[in-house]
C-alpha cells in the first residue's frame, strides 16, 4: 500500500484542520465514555449545589426587587454556567495529563496546522459541558423550575456553550504556557472568583461594597443577565440581552488569541 | 538530496545550560545512524530540534531537504518519530491509535483502515489490536509506537532510544523490524541509544555524543579500530592499584575501568597476557579475575571522554 504524502507546502489549514480536530474531540469522548468519573465532579457540584440552594433558600426570594418568586429559577442558570465551566476546564484537564505523558508531543506532531489540536479539545470539554448542562436542567425542572419566556431558553445556551469554550481556552492558555500538571488544580480558582463575584448568588441591587463594584465589571454578571431571562419575571428584553453577547464575542476573542499564542510557543 | 538528515551547528540552551554545543550531522540517504551517549549528553534534545519539536538556540538543519525552523510543517509530513518511553494513551485501542494517528497526517477512511490493519499485522499487534494499550507488555507498545510512526510512510525515521526498559528479546525483534523496515523501504533511520549493542548491531554509522558535544563519529569498525590494543582488565586489591598500574604501564596505557579493576590497552594483545600476569605476580599482586576484549564501542567512549558509558553520569539534558 502507497500513502500519498503532500508536501508541496499548501497552507497549513487545507491540511486536514477540520479533520484533525474531530479526531481529537472523538479521542476525549472516548476516553470520557471509558473514565466516566471524568465528569464527576462537573456534573456532582452543580447538582447537588442546585438541591442544597432550592431546599435551603426559598426565602432570598422575597427580598424586595428580587425578579422571580421560585428560588430554583433563580439557582438553575447560575448551576448550568457552573457546570459548563468546569466542563470546559477538562480540556485543560485533558491536555495537563497529555504533556504529563509525553502523549502531546504526538499530537505536536501533526503536520497541519496544530490549532486544531485546541478546537479538537475545546470541542470536547463542549460536549462534556453539554452533557452536564442536560443533566442539571433535568434535575431543575424535577425541582420545579420552569421557563417563563422560552424566547430565552436558545439564549441560555447560547452562554451555557460560551461559558464552557471560555473555561477551555483559559484552561488550555494556562497548561500551554506552565507545562505541568501540577498546575492543573489552579484552573478551577479563577473560575470560583468570576462566577461568584457576580450576580449568581443575588440581584446586584442585594449588593455592597466591593461585591458590588466587581459584580458590575465583572462579564459573568452579563453572561448572567443574558441566560436567567428565560427564568425571570422580566422575560427577554435588549437590555438583558446586549451585555451577554458582548461579553461572549470579547471573552472569547481574548482567551481564545491567549490560548492560541500559548500554543503558538509552546515549544520555546 | 543524499543526506536525508544535515545539522550544522546545532545549538540548544535552557538558560545556563547548553544541551547541545554545536552538533554537525550528515545522515546519508537510506542510512540507519546511531546516536549514542550517555543520560543526559543531548541525544534527545538533538531529536527534539530535528524534528520540530524544540526550536534551535543557534545552527541550521534540514531533513529530508526542508528546513526545521522555516518548514516545520513539511518536515513533519515527511518524518515518523517514536519518542523516548513510548507515549501511547493507555485507555485508548491500539487500532483507535492509528485510526487517530492516521487522521493527523491527513488519512482517513478506508485506506486509514487498510493502512492501520496492514501495519498491525506487520509489528504482530493484529490479535491485540482492540485490547486498550494499557494492558500491552514493554516490548508491545514500543512496537505499536514505531507501527504509529509509520503510519504515512516516513522517509525519515527518528527513534528516540527505542528498546529502553525492553527485555531482551522484545529488543531484538524491535532490531528485526528496523532492520527490515531499512532493507526494504531504503527509510533512512536516525536512532538514539545508550546501548552499545544496539548502535553495534543497527547502525552504519554512529555518532557518539557527550556534554551536548559529538566526541567521535564513523563507522562502528572503524572507530573500533582507532582505539587499538583490545583491553585488559585485572581485578586486583584495590590497595595495590598504584603498584599494578605501575608495573603495567610497561605493557599499554592506562584505560578507565571500574573502581575494583586496572585497565590498560594491551600492545601486543593476548600474546603478551601470561607474561603481564607473571610481572604482577613477581610482586605478590594478585589477580582474581581477568578479562581481554578486543575494543568496543565503549573503548571507544572511554578514549573518547576518559569515562564508561554504562557508568556514566546524567547531566541533565535527555
Redesign the interface.
Known amino acids: 500500500?502507497?500513502?500519498t504524502?503532500?508536501?508541496s507546502?499548501r497552507g497549513?489549514a487545507a491540511?486536514?484542520f477540520w479533520?484533525?480536530a474531530?479526531?481529537?474531540m472523538?479521542?476525549g469522548w472516548?476516553?470520557t465514555q471509558?473514565?466516566p468519573s471524568i465528569v464527576v465532579q462537573s456534573l456532582f457540584f452543580p447538582t447537588f449545589f442546585l438541591i442544597v440552594y432550592s431546599g435551603l433558600y426559598d426565602a432570598v426570594t422575597d427580598l424586595p426587587g428580587f425578579p422571580t418568586d421560585d428560588v430554583t429559577n433563580w439557582f438553575l442558570p447560575f448551576m448550568l454556567f457552573q457546570g459548563a465551566a468546569f466542563g470546559g476546564l477538562g480540556a485543560g484537564f485533558g491536555t495537563a495529563v497529555?504533556i504529563d505523558?509525553?502523549?502531546?508531543?504526538?499530537?505536536?506532531?501533526?503536520?497541519?496546522?496544530r490549532s486544531a489540536i485546541m478546537v479538537g479539545s475545546v470541542g470536547y470539554a463542549l460536549l462534556r459541558s453539554l452533557f452536564v448542562a442536560v443533566v442539571v436542567a433535568g434535575v431543575g425542572v424535577a425541582l420545579g423550575a420552569s421557563p417563563t419566556d422560552w424566547a430565552g431558553v436558545p439564549l441560555l445556551a447560547l452562554a451555557v456553550v460560551a461559558i464552557s469554550i471560555m473555561g477551555s481556552l483559559y484552561s488550555l492558555a494556562l497548561i500551554y504556557r506552565v507545562k505541568d500538571q501540577r498546575v492543573a488544580p489552579l484552573f478551577p480558582i479563577g473560575i470560583f472568583v468570576l462566577l461568584f463575584v457576580s450576580s449568581a448568588q443575588v440581584p446586584l441591587s442585594v449588593t455592597t461594597g466591593w461585591l458590588n463594584a466587581a459584580g458590575r465589571i465583572n462579564p459573568v454578571t452579563n453572561l448572567l443577565r443574558l441566560g436567567r431571562q428565560a427564568f425571570l419575571d422580566t422575560g427577554v428584553t435588549w437590555e438583558d440581552t446586549w451585555g451577554g453577547l458582548v461579553a461572549i464575542v470579547v471573552c472569547t476573542a481574548l482567551l481564545g488569541w491567549w490560548a492560541e499564542r500559548g500554543l503558538r510557543h509552546y515549544?520555546? | 538530496m543524499d543526506h536525508p538528515i544535515v545539522a550544522e551547528g546545532l545549538v540548544r540552551r535552557f538558560g545556563d545550560l547548553v544541551a547541545v554545543d554545536g552538533v554537525d550531522l550528515h545522515v546519508a540517504r537510506g542510512e540507519i545512524f546511531g546516536f549514542l551517549g550517555p543520560n543526559g549528553a543531548g541525544k534527545s534534545t538533538t531529536v527534539r530540534m530535528l524534528?520540530?519539536?524544540?526550536?534551535l538556540s543557534a545552527g541550521s538543519a534540514t531533513v529530508?531537504g526542508?528546513d526545521v525552523e522555516r518548514?516545520p510543517?513539511?518536515v513533519?509530513?515527511?518524518?515518523g518519530?517514536a519518542?523516548?518511553?513510548a507515549?501511547?494513551?493507555p485507555?485508548?485501542t491500539g487500532r483507535?491509535l492509528l485510526?487517530?494517528?492516521s487522521?493527523?497526517?491527513?488519512?482517513?477512511g478506508r485506506?486509514a483502515s487498510?493502512?492501520g490493519d496492514?501495519l498491525l499485522e506487520r509489528v504482530g499487534l493484529t490479535a491485540a489490536a482492540d485490547r486498550?494499550v494499557g494492558t500491552y507488555s514493554g516490548g508491545m507498545k514500543r512496537r505499536l509506537d514505531l507501527a504509529?510512526s509509520l503510519?504515512?510512510?516516513?522517509?525519515v525515521l527518528f527513534l528516540d532510544e527505542p528498546t529502553t526498559g525492553l527485555d531482551p528479546t522484545s529488543r531484538q525483534a524491535l532490531w528485526e523490524e528496523v532492520r527490515r523496515l531499512n532493507d526494504e523501504f531504503g527509510t533512512t533511520v536516525l536512532l538514539t541509544t545508550q546501548y552499545l549493542e544496539e548502535a553495534d548491531q543497527l547502525a552504519g554509522r554512529i555518532a557518539i555524543i557527550d556534554g551536548g558535544v559529538i566526541v567521535r563519529e564513523g563507522e562502528p569498525d572503524q572507530l573500533k579500530s582507532e582505539v587499538g590494543s583490545p583491553t585488559l582488565r585485572l581485578d586486583i586489591d584495590p590497595s595495590r592499584h598504584d603498584e599494578a598500574r605501575a608495573i603495567l604501564s610497561q605493557y599499554g596505557e592506562s584505560r578507565p575501568a571500574r573502581s575494583e579493576r586496572v585497565a590498560i590497552g594491551l600492545e601486543g594483545g593476548a600474546a603478551r597476557v601470561a607474561e603481564v600476569v607473571r610481572s604482577l605476580d613477581e610482586t605478590s599482586i594478585e589477580v582474581t579475575h581477568m578479562e581481554l576484549d578486543a575494543p568496543s564501542l565503549d573503548d571507544v567512549f572511554a578514549e573518547a571522554t576518559g569515562r564508561r558509558l554504562e557508568g556514566a553520569a546524567e547531566t541533565g539534558a535527555g
Open positions: 500500500m502507497t500513502v504524502i503532500d508536501t507546502g497549513d491540511f486536514g479533520s484533525s474531530r479526531i481529537v472523538w479521542r472516548v476516553k471509558r473514565m497529555d505523558s509525553g502523549f502531546f508531543d504526538r499530537l505536536l506532531l501533526m503536520p497541519g496546522n515549544n520555546p | 524534528t520540530t519539536l524544540l526550536s529530508a526542508y518548514e510543517h513539511i513533519r509530513r515527511v518524518i518519530v519518542l523516548q518511553e507515549a501511547i494513551d485507555i485508548m483507535e485510526k487517530l494517528q487522521v493527523l497526517h491527513g488519512i482517513k485506506v487498510d493502512r496492514e486498550r504509529l503510519v504515512h510512510e516516513p522517509e
